[in-house]
């Protein structure tokens, strides 16, 4: 071991970063993939990014650069690929007495210091190393991406679709008539159209102490686009409230709404959320992609038998579905993949949602409205008597909702529902601590779909990498036991290799373009019935669950990461597993 992973050690057990168990486990996967210490630790994602960070530049001698906020000089990135800067962990953040002032992640990687003095050589300057946190520079790159410096111009340049909606009638007429014209309606446009661009999920508008934050989700993660000033906060809340018919006067308390659109011919729906912060309305913009067509079961990236055992069960006349997950997981969209599939002129189908997220021709869908007394609970009781055969509920999230759903179950009608919960097993155990009866639950359950969101691989530049032996053996052991029909690809019956993608313009040189959902699907045979009355142990449902041959999530993941399709250290971490 060299002097400076022994030092590198000591560091980090006397910060407490590691404890010497881990640190030992990691050093010997180092040693088995021979790479360096830090290399693995960088792979950690347990680890505190900005603790490790500091602890490799005490270790190193390099300074250690807070990137919090900083904004990249245009000059430090002049002739530099985004993919050496990608490829090699670093980011050019300025330029300084004739040095290019580069953040490093790890400081201990000589491919990626020779890059970077080579890089300076040829512009003619010398280089100042430091070490940065790795989750930051990878930010960092991804905002010199983004429109920044030239937003004005940009505003400027986009007459945008979204400045010439329909904004409707309001009180305050001078309010709206400022909130409505340039530049706010036009920064609000830009803001909107960059996420589409972006591939983005939601937009989080958030005001702090000194700016306003502009950040998106792209593929599950948070990252910070823009920076602008605090002083244009209302107005650019104003403007949103107008385009979701919300009252601009109302200020401080919860306020949620919507609006439609049309960008380059896709038909959008903007869902609004606003709550007060201490520095003021915080807005979360989620964004529905109405023109992508019918959601199916086809198009959700399950496996085929995972597919025939929910079409199996939706033919079925009555009984109870859940489709289970922590929040952001896909439930909704599994759940209207269902009710599409059961979606005939012959039936009746209602929901209830909050929100509805999906509208879909031929299906009565209703909002619950809280202030007004509409319910879970009391919509349940009240479309009982819309002689429904198919109901979903959006959520069951008491013992009262869960009972009512049960009966109507009982009553002879098809009830889907999604719960918060992380496994199929873990859904059994809640509805049984609502107070369920078991004989009563084990009669009406039928299906038991418990899901994830993962990254998706960019299939454009994915690449193929060797796994190291100690991964190969962890990743058979947890393979063992699946049907052969679910292991139809030579590197799932016998794993050797794994994917992953450097990037490339097709994919915004991430690697990743989208997400899949990764599955547990658990039809409730009798063996199932008979642990749900034994009573409410989630190991002994667990156990059986998975002697009936049913895939866990983390397998399922597995085998679409072996197949090139999700990036196995998504699957991991969502999972909670590990190759280690």
């Known amino acids: 071991m060299s002097k400076p992973e022994k030092k590198l050690e000591e560091i980090l057990v006397r910060q407490q970063v590691l404890s010497e168990q881990r640190l030992a486990a990691a050093q010997q996967r180092a040693n088995q993939e021979k790479r360096s210490l830090a290399a693995v630790l960088l792979d950690d994602e347990s680890i505190s990014g900005s603790a490790l960070a500091q602890a490799l530049a005490e ?286 002129s012959e039936l009746n189908i209602i929901t209830l949602e909050d929100p509805i997220e999906y509208e879909v021709s031929g299906i009565s869908q209703t909002q619950i409205n809280q202030p007004i007394g509409l319910t879970y609970a009391t919509g349940l009781r009240s479309l009982l008597h819309q002689d429904p055969d198919v109901i979903m509920v959006g959520e069951i999230d008491d013992g009262e909702v869960a009972g009512l759903i049960v009966h109507a179950a009982l009553a002879g009608h098809l009830m889907l529902s999604a719960m918060h919960t992380p496994d199929a097993a873990s859904a059994v155990v809640r509805l049984l601590k609502f107070g369920l009866d078991p004989y009563v639950l084990a009669a009406t359950l039928r299906l038991l779909i418990a899901q994830r969101l993962v990254a998706k691989l960019c299939e454009a530049c994915r690449t193929e990498v060797e796994l190291s032996s100690s991964s190969r053996k962890q990743i058979s052991a947890s393979l063992r036991g699946v049907p052969d029909e679910y292991r139809k690809l030579p590197n799932q019956e016998n794993p050797k290799i794994v994917w992953q993608a450097a990037g490339c313009t097709y994919c915004h040189e991430s690697g990743l373009i989208g997400r899949a959902a990764i599955f547990e699907i658990v039809p409730v045979t009798q063996r199932v019935k008979d642990a749900i009355v034994e009573g409410p142990e989630y190991d002994t449902i667990a156990d059986v669950m998975r002697a009936e041959g049913n895939l866990s999530m983390y397998q399922d993941g597995l085998l679409k990461s072996l197949a090139g399709k999700v990036l196995l250290a998504d699957v991991l971490r969502t999972t909670g597993n590990s190759t280690r």
């Open 59 to 344: 270790a190193s001698g390099l300074p250690y650069l807070k990137l919090d906020n900083v904004e990249i000089n245009p000059e430090a990135m002049q002739s530099i690929s985004p993919q050496a800067v990608k490829t090699y962990g670093f980011v050019p953040v300025d330029v300084q007495d004739g040095a290019l002032v580069v953040a490093l992640a790890n400081p201990y990687d000589t491919q990626a210091i020779e890059a970077v003095r080579f890089i300076a050589q040829k512009r003619g300057l010398t280089t100042q190393l430091k070490v940065g946190e790795a989750a930051a520079i990878n930010q960092l790159l991804f905002k010199k991406n983004e429109v920044k410096a030239d937003l004005v111009s940009s505003l400027l340049d986009f007459g945008g679709e979204l400045a010439a909606a329909d904004i409707g009638q309001e009180d305050d007429q001078a309010v709206q008539q400022y909130a409505a014209g340039a530049p706010v309606s036009k920064i609000v446009a830009v803001i909107i159209r960059h996420a589409i661009e972006g591939h983005a999920s939601d937009i989080h508008i958030e005001p702090t102490e000194t700016d306003l934050r502009i950040r998106y989700r792209i593929d599950g993660k948070l990252h910070t686009s823009l920076m602008l000033p605090k002083n244009i906060h209302n107005s650019v809340l104003s403007r949103l409230k107008i385009l979701a018919h919300l009252p601009i006067e109302e200020t401080g308390k919860p306020l949620e709404g919507r609006f439609s659109s049309t960008v380059d011919g896709r038909s959008l729906d903007f869902r609004i959320a606003i709550m007060p912060t201490i520095f003021g309305d915080k807005v979360t913009v989620r964004i529905l992609d109405k023109s992508g067509g019918t959601i199916t079961l086809q198009n959700l990236g399950m496996l085929d038998q995972q597919q025939e055992q929910i079409e199996q069960q939706l033919k079925a006349p009555h009984g109870l579905i859940i489709v289970a997950g922590p929040p952001e997981a896909g439930k909704s969209t599994t759940l209207f993949a269902a009710l599409n599939t059961l979606n005939k």
